[in-house]
């Protein structure tokens, strides 16, 4: 398999360049992703995409419907409308210095009735440590689509956040009536809010970092303690020798 050449604009989304914050990042993980088409790495289930999709969908109506957001994001304050968000294609950073298109798609840009802009992104999934431990990842990404905001004409944006909708499935939710429809059954939502700080200055140092990376003409060192590269070699040694 032959690796890609550079470009001179290196395209990265905001969610991917989250991954140089977290614990554990692996520069040759990176760099074997960026410069290889990997036949291994599956799709996000696509369930979840269809939800978080919903939970935006669900917003709009509320605006569209009663022109204000549904009771639940209240600690978020008041809006007055929404920007239906843009693709990747239209909301995107050149940043000259990194030589990076950073590149977004944020689930819901709020609108104040000052003007000021509030970026939520939704997570179907429960609160828990193991979200909390994808912090990192998400602070970036939120934060990324702030600056990408301001660049592209749509700011100011002045809070970031994460809204979480879990499943109701606790108590006597199963016996309510309205759980049952003609098709199937309803399910509720439970929204929690967790507010991610504004701190577009943490993006251009991962975005160095990226670009150095990506321009290492050979695979970084691993990961500390991580010995998968060592065992994958081994069979890969080992195989040479299969008929
Ligand atoms: S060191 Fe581990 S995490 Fe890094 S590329 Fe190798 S297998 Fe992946």
């Not at 369930?47 to 994001?73: E, N, Q």
Request: charged content about 25%; glycine content about 8%.
């Amino acid at each position: 398999m032959a690796a890609r050449e550079p470009p001179d604009r290196f395209r990265i989304s905001a969610k991917e360049l989250g991954q140089l914050a977290m614990r554990g990042f692996c520069e040759r993980c990176f760099w074997i992703g960026r410069h290889y088409d990997l036949p291994f790495v599956g799709p996000f289930p696509g369930i979840f995409s269809s939800l978080d999709s919903y939970s935006k969908k669900i917003v709009h109506a509320a605006f569209d419907r009663h022109g204000t957001s549904p009771s639940w994001l209240a600690p978020l304050g008041r809006f007055t409308s929404y920007i239906p968000p843009p693709s990747p294609s239209k909301f995107y950073w050149d940043d000259d210095t990194s030589g990076l298109r950073l590149t977004g798609a944020p689930d819901g840009i709020l609108v104040r009735d000052d003007g000021r802009k509030v970026i939520v992104d939704y997570k179907t999934a429960r609160h828990t440590e193991a979200q909390d431990e994808l912090r990192p990842i998400y602070e970036v990404q939120l934060n990324g689509y702030a600056a990408i905001a301001e660049v592209r004409g749509l700011g100011p944006v002045d809070r970031l956040a994460l809204v979480y909708t879990e499943p109701v499935t606790d108590g006597h939710s199963s016996l309510y009536e309205s759980a049952q429809t003609e098709e199937g059954f309803a399910l509720g939502f439970r929204a929690t809010i967790d507010e991610v700080p504004l701190n577009p200055s943490i993006l251009p140092p991962l975005m160095r970092q990226a670009r150095k990376i990506y321009d290492a003409p050979h695979p970084p060192a691993g990961a500390p303690g991580c010995e998968d590269c060592a065992r994958f070699h081994e069979l890969w040694t080992a195989a040479q020798g299969w008929g």
